[in-house]
């Protein structure tokens, strides 16, 4: 595809389940990272992949949240046990290893109830 | 700590010049970058500035000042689309971004 792409592109489920958000980066883009965002806030890192690997996971808040990106293009974040606090919009960006433009995809809006 | 710091809201008149100023204090400096994001959408690359000085693009322009921790998006001839929030971001030692919470720009006629 022409973009970042992410899905769903909302979400709702119930305080304690398990969720997956899933980013498909532009073609040919090394770098992935995700953060999420609230309402009236910038963006805030969760973790950054360099082809298949975490090369910084410091973002994410707790052991509750996961990612992977096994064959180092679709990535996936894996919250477990979600929380009320956990609801944002989670963005998923990438970019060329060593570019200094990140493109973003649409974003998934996470609803915890 | 690491703090980013820019006006919540500022508010212009279609046609004129805006300028959005952005402090920063992080641990590290390695570029610092402005985005917009329309509402309800994904943040698009304006700027990067890693040098003092100003850089132009258009009728964007984006300053910088190392030694004050300052840097200011000049936007002119303003136009009704601009209305968006701008984001002021300063990549660290770890060279991730971190983020001011935005400048929200009101164009009025």
């Known amino acids: 595809g022409a973009g970042v792409s992410q899905t769903p592109s909302n979400k709702v489920t119930e305080k304690g389940k398990y969720v997956e958000l899933r980013c498909d980066p532009i073609?040919?883009?090394?770098?992935l990272y995700w953060y999420r965002q609230s309402l009236g806030q910038g963006p805030e890192f969760l973790i950054y992949f360099q082809g298949t690997g975490a090369a910084d996971d410091s973002g994410l808040p707790n052991d509750r949240f996961f990612a992977v990106r096994p064959e180092g293009s679709v990535s996936t974040l894996k919250i477990q046990r979600t929380e009320r606090g956990d609801s944002a919009v989670y963005l998923c960006?990438?970019?060329?290893?060593?570019?200094?433009?990140?493109?973003f995809g649409p974003g998934t809006r996470l609803t915890v109830l | 700590g690491q703090n980013i710091d820019q006006p919540t809201e500022m508010t212009a008149t279609e046609g004129a010049i805006v300028q959005i100023n952005c402090t920063y204090q992080t641990s590290g400096f390695n570029g610092l970058f402005w985005y917009q994001q329309h509402a309800g959408e994904a943040p698009t690359f304006l700027s990067y500035n890693v040098l003092d000085g100003l850089e132009e693009k258009g009728r964007f322009s984006s300053f910088l000042s190392r030694s004050k921790g300052y840097s200011y998006l000049l936007l002119k001839e303003l136009q009704m689309k601009d209305s968006a929030s701008y984001l002021c971001?300063?990549?660290?030692?770890?060279?991730?971004?971190?983020w001011g919470a935005g400048t929200k720009l009101i164009i009025k006629p």
């Open positions: 971001a300063v990549r660290d030692s770890n060279y991730q971004l971190i």
């Open positions: 073609s040919g883009h090394t770098a």
């Open positions: 960006a990438s970019s060329f290893l060593d570019s200094n433009e990140q493109f």
